[in-house]
């Protein structure tokens, strides 16, 4: 099937799903200031976050990145510049905007709790020749180009903490194109347009496949 009909289709399902849920709310818990219950975050991750991010949090299609067991604090500010229009990858803009845009904060700290405490799947293999060279890389940087560790920041098991995303069990694909996205500045992530400004692509490749491959 080709991706430009997966996309539309989902979307326009996901849309309705939206509807449908946002109507069960009744508008009241989605209001400003109003704490959103844990059952009705649940719900919602389910019916509607789940179409594409996996009710557990552990999408399958890597064009969706996996939220279980990612920093709550994480989550919920990707929400945030999503409803701000702050991050604006192509993606982001087709997919995120439109869903962001229903989130009051209570319900963005509701969601972000949920995924955050879903339990992640295994590290999926990937070729061994690209992991022995991503782990080196991940772990000791590459001084010659000017690139971090990446464990610096995103930890010694890539599990991240609050405002370090986690990488490990992340899809492959999606940690490649975050890279591209941040080496061509998309995403206004400063800290991360250092680090990939110099990243060739199959060294991209290695680092994303290593990241994949951790539990
Ligand atoms: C129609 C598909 C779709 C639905 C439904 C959807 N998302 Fe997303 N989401 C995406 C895509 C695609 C991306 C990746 C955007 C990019 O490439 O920058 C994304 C990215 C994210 C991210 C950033 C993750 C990261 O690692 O940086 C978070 C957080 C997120 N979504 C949360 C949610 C929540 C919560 C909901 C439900 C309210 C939701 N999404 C519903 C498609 C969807
Ligand atoms: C100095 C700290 C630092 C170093 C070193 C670093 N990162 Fe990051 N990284 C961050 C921060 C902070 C973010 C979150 C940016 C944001 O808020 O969107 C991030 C985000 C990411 C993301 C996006 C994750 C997602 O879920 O969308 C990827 C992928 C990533 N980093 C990969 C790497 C790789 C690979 C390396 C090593 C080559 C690396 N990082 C080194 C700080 C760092």
């Given at each position: 099937?080709?991706i ?9 399902g996901v849309?309705?799903?939206t509807?449908v849920?946002?109507?069960?709310t009744?508008g ?6 109003a704490?959103?219950p844990p059952s009705q975050?649940?719900?919602?991750a389910?019916?509607?976050?789940g ?8 999408s399958?299609?890597p064009?969706f ?7 709550a604090w ?5 929400l945030k510049?999503?409803?701000?229009h702050t991050r604006?990858d192509?993606?982001a803009?087709?997919?995120m ?29 990937h ?6 060279e991503g782990?080196k890389i ?9 690139v971090s560790a990446?464990?610096?920041c ?10 370090f995303p986690r990488?490990?069990g ?9 890279l591209?996205?941040f080496?061509?500045?998309?995403p206004n992530?400063a800290?991360?347009?250092?680090v990939?400004a110099?990243?060739?692509k199959a060294?991209m ?8 491959s951790l539990?």
């Amino acid at each position: 099937m080709r991706i430009d009909n997966l996309k539309g289709r989902l979307y326009r399902g996901v849309l309705a799903a939206t509807a449908v849920a946002l109507s069960l709310t009744g508008g009241r818990a989605l209001a400003q200031g109003a704490p959103t219950p844990p059952s009705q975050a649940r719900d919602l991750a389910i019916g509607v976050c789940g179409t594409c991010h996996g009710v557990d949090g552990n999408s399958t299609n890597p064009m969706f990145p996996r939220l279980a067991g990612q920093h709550a604090w994480y989550i919920e500010q990707q929400l945030k510049e999503f409803r701000d229009h702050t991050r604006g990858d192509p993606y982001a803009v087709a997919y995120m905007y439109g869903m962001a845009s229903q989130l009051s904060d209570p319900t963005i700290d509701a969601l972000a709790k949920y995924f955050s405490r879903q339990k992640t799947g295994p590290g999926k293999p990937h070729p061994a020749a690209e992991v022995a060279e991503g782990n080196k890389i991940f772990h000791q940087g590459i001084p010659s180009q000017g690139v971090s560790a990446c464990a610096t920041c995103h930890g010694p098991q890539g599990l991240g903490s609050k405002m370090f995303p986690r990488l490990a069990g992340q899809h492959a694909k999606y940690i490649m194109k975050q890279l591209q996205s941040f080496q061509g500045d998309m995403p206004n992530v400063a800290v991360m347009h250092g680090v990939a400004a110099t990243l060739h692509k199959a060294e991209m490749r290695a680092v994303a496949d290593y990241a994949a491959s951790l539990p």
